[in-house]
């Protein structure tokens, strides 16, 4: 294929560059167009080396030229006549050094060859790129499809208004030539007013011509915003979910591109207008288009880049605080960011556009509803130093709100809503003034909640992610005045990303089962389920003092703290009812156990459970007291997996923790996570001067009194400690304490939580059942008084829980 060819099949972004290499005079593109084949034929770098060939070609060149003269003459082309013979009067210059010229055209040559191999290179590294998702890709090629029409439109607009102001040049030459000539028979003045009435014509024609393609250029401009209109709602919505944990892309600089290009058309299209009043000064007449029909395209324009201008201008980054639960919720006199951005990108406003931030311009007239006022520097310039991606932003770091004092009133409201349920919005204003065009920009955030006290984060957290999984109206600030209710599916989903988000692990299908079954009971579908709001984050769980929404966010604060390793891993199961873990360690073999929160823990909790058989095969499966955060500060959890044991016959302790479900060895699993350094030498020693050793007592586990754990297991009391002996025991009891008080002065540098005492008698939850004789208790006593270092001491026991 000839190289002009493949010059013309470009992509606009290099047609550009084509374009701009042939606005220098030395060699006019219509030259290059019509002369392509001999041009490119035709050996011009000997002709910069050898005069003679250079002046064969430069004779040859102005042959060709004439060529074209003529065959313009037999179409009657009055334009390209007019200009052949200008580009071949130009050519003259290099009569005596016809090989400059022959240099000048092998310059262009090489220019066009460097073109072609810069879209070939971007061509293959787009090859190379990750291609996004099938639905996405159609999306975006049609965009970009419209994206690069629109750019061909206004190319060829350009080069029709040079065309129209070339053609009126003639025109009015022609018209004054002839009005200026004296002595012409009637015939000749009759041919003369033929040619001049076939020029205005012809005028005529290329003016309603110009017009009619500005009306379609107006026309696909506004088809293209429609588009972005369409993927500015969608970033909306996704930047919306990811304030609340969604994975999404939230990346403006496509849009950026977009919006650029439209708006750049559309000045330039502005520009051609205002050309049109240029033309319509010099030339007119009567029934001419360009006065009828002008106004109207001027005024569509206007409208149509009013309206680019404005959805353009954006809040990049949804306000948030630094050591904040999440985007969205602010607390009084602390310092907040927010960022603002205008995705049209202007470099010659850069710097020159002031944005001012205020709150609660349209707040609702409700009686209680609080009032605040934005302090530090909410009046900032776009600039497109701070932004990475060279954008032009406004970003707030330093802003903090204020409330205003109030007269009366204060915390009671007509809408009965409580402070975490109050929604405010923060707004940006700015104006845009550029080529004689000047627009008001406004932008808004999402609703914020503002408290002023950190107790209040969760709830405040509770509303955010309700408004912005059921609201798509950033303005609906009455919205929990009669929130509706969500369904099981839109829920799960949000739950899922709450972990997502901070441990990069979400909830599977099992676990998200059953949370649905503790808030619906049993089913056999979930779909149709709706969880109104107070029910979600005001009303008690059935058996417990706190909501589903404390539960809940009181586990993942706790596996984001202390757990995030393990439960990323897949090492925690988590989410499993008791029953339901009973039916699958059942199947499993003996030291098989699984991890799950507790479901009566307000702040989280987390256990195990393991299943061991009976010498007649039978299973039993046993569970220890759950472990909240108040423990996990303290010891690591692998670590308590590792050390945990059971006193078995004759006080030889085992660890009944052998695989994790559904039948990896425990130190497969957990080996990673072990300290390096155990007994005497853990660093965990600080806490406990003992061995990290967690026990149960065989024959409290296995006692048949009514109380003991095994016996009823929904009665099971954990506790933290040495198994202590029942009020029938006290005398043994106190034997065992007297004989460790020759160690207590050892203890006094224990941590100030922990001490003999508390682990032998002080935990307010006792197990009663069967113990063991006084004499075994005195020789346990004996024992404990013989250790000759109190780290051989294992004294953390963990009997059967129901938790």
């Known amino acids: 294929m000839a190289q002009w060819e493949r010059l013309r099949q470009l992509d606009s972004l290099h047609q550009q560059q084509l374009d701009e290499l042939y606005r220098r005079d030395e060699l006019p593109m219509d030259v290059r167009y019509y002369l392509a084949s001999w041009i490119e034929s035709q050996d011009w770098s000997r002709a910069t080396q050898d005069h003679s060939a250079a002046s064969i070609l430069f004779q040859a060149l102005l042959e060709n030229l004439d060529n074209q003269h003529s065959r313009f003459v037999q179409e ?174 939230t990346c403006l600089n496509q849009l950026e591109i977009w919006f650029t290009a439209v708006a750049d058309c559309l000045f330039q299209l502005r520009k051609f207008l205002r050309k049109v009043d240029e033309l319509l000064g010099k030339v007119t007449y009567e029934r001419d288009p360009f006065k009828t029909q002008k106004p109207d395209l001027e005024k569509r324009a206007e409208l149509l880049l009013t309206a680019l201008l404005r959805s353009a201008f954006v809040v990049e980054n949804q306000p948030s605080m630094p050591q904040g639960k999440g985007p969205l919720v602010l607390r009084t006199n602390v310092q907040f960011s927010v960022r603002s951005r205008l995705l049209v990108k202007v470099p010659e406003l850069n710097h020159a556009m002031k944005v001012t931030v205020s709150i609660d311009r349209d707040a609702v007239q409700v009686k209680g509803y609080r009032r605040f006022n934005v302090l530090g520097n909410s009046c900032k310039a776009l600039n497109m130093a701070e932004s990475t991606s060279g954008g032009m932003v406004a970003d707030f770091r330093h802003l903090t709100l204020r409330e205003q004092k109030s007269g009366g009133g204060k915390g009671v409201n007509d809408l009965s809503l409580s402070v975490t349920e109050e929604l405010h919005v923060i707004h940006f204003e700015t104006v845009f003034e550029l080529h004689g065009l000047s627009v008001a920009l406004e932008a808004s955030s999402l609703p914020v909640v503002i408290i002023s006290n950190s107790s209040q984060q969760q709830t405040a957290w509770a509303s955010v992610l309700w408004f912005n999984m059921l609201c798509s109206d950033p303005k609906n600030v009455k919205f929990f005045a009669s929130s ?148 996990l500060a303290q010891i690591p959890f692998s670590e308590i997996i590792r050390n945990f044991q059971i006193l078995e016959a004759e006080n030889v302790p085992e660890n009944p923790l052998k695989f994790l479900y559904p039948n990896t060895p425990k130190d ?75 160690m207590m002065s050892e203890l006094e540098d224990l941590s100030p939580n922990i001490s003999l005492q508390d682990f032998l008698f002080n935990d307010p939850m006792m197990i009663s059942g069967d113990f063991p004789p006084s004499d075994e208790l005195d020789s346990a006593s004996a024992s404990i008084a013989a250790l000759p270092d109190l780290a051989e001491l294992s004294c953390y026991a963990l009997p059967c829980s129901p938790y």
């Open 76 to 249: 009657a082309d009055f334009l390209m006549q007019s200009k052949i013979r200008r580009f071949k009067q130009n050519f003259q210059v290099y009569q005596e050094q016809p090989w400059i010229l022959a240099n000048i055209i092998q310059w262009f040559l090489n220019k066009e060859r460097e073109i072609l191999q810069s879209a070939q290179l971007a061509e293959q590294v787009q090859m190379l790129q990750v291609q996004p998702s099938p639905v996405e890709t159609d999306s975006h090629r049609n965009t970009e499809r419209k994206m690069a029409d629109l750019r061909k439109q206004v190319q060829v607009m350009e080069h029709s208004v040079r065309s129209l102001e070339e053609q009126q040049d003639e025109f009015d030459f022609k018209y004054k030539t002839q009005s200026m000539e004296g002595n012409i028979t009637e015939a000749e003045k009759s041919e003369q007013m033929k040619i001049l009435q076939y020029l205005l014509n012809r005028l005529d024609a290329s003016r309603k011509a110009l017009l009619s393609g500005m009306s379609v250029l107006l026309d696909a401009a506004d088809e293209l915003f429609a588009l972005l209109g369409e993927e500015l709602t969608e970033w909306q919505r996704r930047q919306q979910t990811s304030c609340i944990g969604a994975p999404v892309e």
């Open 484 to 631: 509706p209710a969500a369904s099981w599916p839109q829920l799960a989903e949000v739950l899922s990303w709450q972990f997502l988000s901070s441990t990069q692990r979400g909830l599977d299908d099992s676990q998200l089962h059953m949370i649905a079954q503790k808030l619906f009971g049993k089913k056999q579908s979930y779909c149709n389920c709706k969880m109104p709001w107070g029910r979600f984050s005001k009303e008690m769980l059935p058996g417990v003092n706190f909501t589903f929404w404390t539960w809940f966010d009181g586990i993942l604060v706790m596996v984001k703290s202390y757990l995030e390793n393990l439960w990323r891993d897949g090492c925690i199961m988590g989410f499993v009812s008791k029953s339901r873990e009973k039916i699958l360690l059942t199947k499993k073999q003996n030291g098989t156990f699984l991890l799950r929160f507790s479901e009566s823990i307000k702040d989280g909790g987390i256990t195990f459970s393991w299943v061991e058989y009976f010498i007649d095969g039978t299973p039993n499966v046993r569970s220890v007291q759950p472990f909240t955060k108040v423990d």
């Open 668 to 742: 497969e699993a957990f080996g990673k996570y072990y300290s390096e350094k155990s007994g005497a030498d853990s660093p965990y020693i600080k806490y406990i001067k003992t061995k990290l050793v967690f026990i149960s007592k065989e024959n409290t586990l296995e006692a048949k009194s009514p109380m003991n754990p095994l016996a009823d297991p929904e009665a099971a009391v954990p506790m933290n400690g040495l198994c202590a002996p029942h009020d029938e025991e006290a005398a043994a009891s106190e034997d065992l304490l007297r004989s460790s008080e020759s």
